[in-house]
């Protein structure tokens, strides 16, 4: 979250990191193949690159207050949504938060999955979005 410190660590390192990164995140290895790691590491190449893809990290704490604060002032989402957790991510957790503030939640736990449920387990997570947004 420190501006420019990652940037000057990662930089020239990417592939080292995402490997490290994905390995450390799926729940799946198989799921980030060597050829996959090479085509996202060339698009986070150089300082520019890495910056925008860390910059949603830095937004993180002043979107959970601002969120926080949006929920104490009686916010609340009317429309019905779809929380999908990995079953060795976040699992049932981002549901649960979102229940205050959402009351139609409808909870998925892809089982066997990690943080990268499109790239680990795409069929599963099919048969949880098809239904829901039919």
Same mark, same amino acid.
């Given at each position: ?51 925008? =893809?860390?910059?949603?990290?830095? !937004? *993180?704490?002043?979107?959970?207050? &601002? ?5 104490? $002032? %009686? ?15 976040? =699992?049932?957790?981002?549901?649960? !938060? *979102?229940?205050?503030?959402?009351? &139609? ?5 892809? $089982? %066997? ?22």
């Amino acid at each position: 979250m420190t501006p420019e410190a990652p940037e000057l660590l990662f930089h020239g390192n990417e592939k080292a990191f995402l490997t490290w990164w994905f390995a450390k995140m799926a729940a799946n290895p198989k799921a980030f193949p060597p050829e996959e790691v090479d085509t996202i590491a060339t698009s986070l190449r150089g300082r520019d690159a890495l910056r925008g =893809g860390f910059e949603h990290y830095r !937004t *993180l704490l002043q979107d959970g207050r &601002d969120n926080r604060a949006w929920g104490e $002032a %009686g916010g609340v989402l009317t429309m019905p949504a779809l929380a999908v957790g990995g079953e060795y991510s976040v =699992g049932s957790y981002l549901a649960q !938060t *979102l229940r205050p503030v959402v009351p &139609d939640v409808e909870e998925a736990v892809i $089982a %066997g999955s990690g943080h990268y449920i499109p790239d680990e387990l795409p069929e599963d997570l099919l048969a949880v979005l098809t239904p829901f947004l039919a």
